[in-house]
């Protein structure tokens, strides 16, 4: 089973721009619909973004004309292109496959990675 990574996270003003990516040592994603979930302190996860397998993307309406989720399948990679990024947009960002992956029957999360937005 593959090992999910998020990187690319950082600290960046309001306005900014940002890229995070998503690669996973099992080859998961690229057979799969992935989705980019984040979470915010003292808030629940939600998908701001999502890619089919096929390319079709879906978007959050927080982020929709702000973010661009893409996928390279040779690099087994998914992008979350971020831009005029808002301090309310400050969380730990996770990818995932659609379905979440699970292990043993729990589902399975990377570390993610955190972008914080300040004003």
């Known amino acids: 089973q593959g090992q999910l990574v998020e990187s690319g996270g950082g600290l960046v003003q309001a306005g900014g721009s940002l890229r995070i990516s998503c690669t996973d040592s099992g080859n998961i994603l690229a057979s799969n619909s992935v989705a980019w979930h984040r979470q915010a302190p003292g808030k629940q996860r939600e998908v701001v973004a999502s890619i089919t397998a096929g390319a079709s993307t879906n978007y959050a309406a927080s982020v929709k004309g702000r973010f661009t989720i893409s996928r390279d399948n040779a690099k087994n990679t998914v992008f979350l292109q971020m831009y005029d990024l808002k301090p309310e947009d400050t969380a730990v960002y996770y990818c995932?496959?659609?379905?979440?992956?699970?292990?043993?029957?729990?589902?399975?999360w990377g570390k993610g990675t955190l972008v914080t937005v300040s004003s």
């Open positions: 995932n496959t659609l379905p979440i992956m699970t292990i043993h029957g729990k589902q399975y």
